[in-house]
């Protein structure tokens, strides 16, 4: 028996965010589909023996990689030994955490060839509150370390703009830790700007408002010192267009703050690493379906760090600066660019 593969396996059925992963996994037909082929397979052909989007399945299955219960060599996947797999997950009851269970029906539709892009805020809200809850912790001390991040690189931070703040959970502390700036913060979703506004109501420095990253107002050129985007770049649907309206607000010489997961572009990289294979499956039922919308990216948390740098890198005008984990968390790394 594979020892080291058995202790993978039970690792992961003992963590209920991976075993949601399993979970949909196995719905999915992809594990079968695997053992049924009987050789490494990659991800192209494992689309298409499951009849499911590459997008979606790629970032499931690399969450597999990182946690050690997908082998992973030359491009391809493959059940280190079936027989332990079985024992431990074919056998016993999988279940999904609540909040997944109540959209993976929406999710597995997603999934399949023909089934809807993706979903967003509005559609399952309840997907992004558990994940906010997970980090409700940590908000207050990434919003000190934001703000000693900007005091440290900019020269000027009197208008702030977070773009995509969501509900508000990050930037509510960050705009009382900014006390000086007027703090602008807007998202695409109008229910999640409701409950900011109610959650922000003794913040007199933040003005929150619903707006499209891809088209942000026109008197809004050269208006900001600073520019966030907290967990946002690898949820964009078009990451391109996004990044140039955040070019024409920021004025010159002003800093952007890119925070996102550090996960590695090279699934190898991710091996045994649990922070890369939770980072990959709260992905798979949020980023996959968000930035997939609208015929969008489809990057996810599985961009990776070094895909992402080379995207900042290639932005005409634009400079990173420096990189930092803030709160000494790889879930918070920062990117800190400058306007020439």
């Not at 005409?316 to 930092?324: D, F, M, N, Q, T």
Request: with cysteine; charged share 20%; hydrophobic share 40%.
């Amino acid at each position: 028996m594979n020892t080291n593969y058995l202790k993978n396996c039970k690792r992961v059925f003992g963590n209920s965010l991976l075993q949601s992963g399993v979970c949909l996994g196995k719905n999915l037909g992809l594990f079968e589909a695997l053992h049924g082929v009987g050789k490494p397979c990659d991800i192209a052909s494992l689309a298409h023996l499951t009849k499911t989007k590459e997008p979606y399945l790629r970032e499931l299955v690399f969450s597999f990689v990182s946690s050690g219960l997908l082998g992973f060599q030359n491009n391809e996947v493959f059940v280190p030994d079936w027989k332990v797999f079985k024992e431990v997950f074919v056998s016993q009851e999988l279940k999904y955490i609540k909040p997944f269970e109540d959209v993976s029906p929406i999710l597995e539709n997603c999934f399949t060839e023909k089934g809807p892009f993706g979903y967003g805020h509005d559609e399952a809200p309840f997907v992004m509150e558990f994940i906010l809850s997970r980090r409700a912790n940590y908000n207050v001390p990434i919003a000190k370390a934001l703000a000693e991040v900007i005091k440290v690189h900019a020269k000027k931070y009197a208008d702030v703009l977070d773009l995509g703040c969501g509900s508000g959970d990050l930037t509510i502390p960050f705009a009382k830790e900014m006390n000086a700036s007027k703090v602008q913060g807007c998202d695409n979703s109008e229910k999640a700007i409701f409950n900011a506004k109610i959650a922000s109501f003794d913040v007199p420095n933040l003005h929150l408002s619903v707006r499209d990253i891809h088209k942000l107002p026109e008197d809004w050129t050269e208006k900001f010192d600073i520019i966030l985007l907290y967990d946002v770049l690898h949820d964009l649907q078009f990451p391109n267009k996004a990044m140039k309206q955040v070019m024409r607000v920021l004025k010159k010489g002003g800093i952007v703050i890119i925070v996102d997961p550090k996960v590695s572009s090279n699934p190898s990289e991710n091996i045994g690493n649990i922070l890369s294979a939770e980072a990959l499956t709260y992905s798979t039922w949020w980023c996959i379906p968000s930035s997939s919308c609208n015929h969008g990216s489809g990057h996810g948390v599985g961009w990776g760090w070094q895909n992402k740098e080379k995207f900042l890198s290639g932005i005409p005008g634009l400079e990173i600066k420096s990189r930092v984990c803030l709160i000494n968390s790889n879930y918070n790394f920062a990117y800190i660019c400058k306007k020439e």
